[in-house]
């Protein structure tokens, strides 16, 4: 059984402790593995070894896992230097294949990451919240829609719940998290 809202499992119940205390900003996830292995092998090989082939694995695994409708898919954007490092950004890629198997549009453009922040995955997880604050920019006219942010991982939902504030500010109504990997409680 999983939060309804986050994603992390939970003994019973619809929605978890930490969800109930501190509502995040976005609505709900979907994940579909746990990222351990060997899951989390093969989205390092996607996302620092630039397997891009990987992408049309995960993404249609993701794409066969959401059971809800969205008006949109917004990637989770990169800074413009992680860009230009990595030469290319995984949630694109990701959310593309889901594009295709789904018919909702990809909005690439809608947001931007206008900060460049230490990478989450080298942080302790109390100080991911903290560096990623203000990171991003919502272009879009996003009223009254519903909208899918792609990521490859969900680690503390830090990311998710910083873009969710802006795509609010931009007038979402609805957002969800679909991603393909959810890191468990340790």
């Known amino acids: 059984m999983r939060c309804a809202t986050c994603a992390l499992p939970i003994p019973d119940g619809d929605i978890c402790g930490g969800c109930l205390e501190h509502p995040p900003r976005y609505d709900r996830v979907t994940a579909v593995f746990a990222y351990d292995f060997p899951v989390d092998a093969l989205i390092?090989?996607?996302?620092?070894?630039?397997?891009?082939?990987?992408?049309?694995v995960l993404g249609e695994a993701l794409g066969k896992a959401v059971a809800e409708h969205a008006d949109f898919i917004i990637p989770m954007p990169l800074s413009s230097q992680r860009l230009r490092e990595r030469g290319f950004n995984q949630a694109l890629e990701i959310a593309r294949r889901v594009s295709g198997m789904t018919g909702i549009p990809v909005l690439s453009d809608a947001c931007r990451k206008v900060t460049e922040t230490r990478p989450q995955a080298a942080l302790p997880w109390k100080e991911r919240e903290k560096n990623v604050r203000g990171a991003f920019?919502?272009?879009?006219?996003?009223?009254?829609?519903?909208?899918a942010v792609i990521d490859d991982v969900m680690t503390t939902g830090a990311t998710l719940n910083e873009?969710?504030?802006?795509?609010?500010?931009?007038?979402?109504?609805?957002?969800?998290?679909?991603?393909?990997?959810?890191?468990?409680?340790?």
Do not use: E
């Not at 920019?137 to 996003?142: E, F, M, P, S, Y």
């Open 137 to 147: 920019v919502c272009d879009a006219d996003l009223d009254g829609r519903r909208i």
């Open 163 to 186: 873009l969710a504030k802006n795509l609010r500010r931009a007038g979402a109504a609805h957002i969800s998290g679909w991603v393909v990997a959810r890191t468990l409680p340790r």
């Open 44 to 56: 390092q090989a996607f996302k620092y070894g630039g397997n891009l082939a990987v992408a049309a």
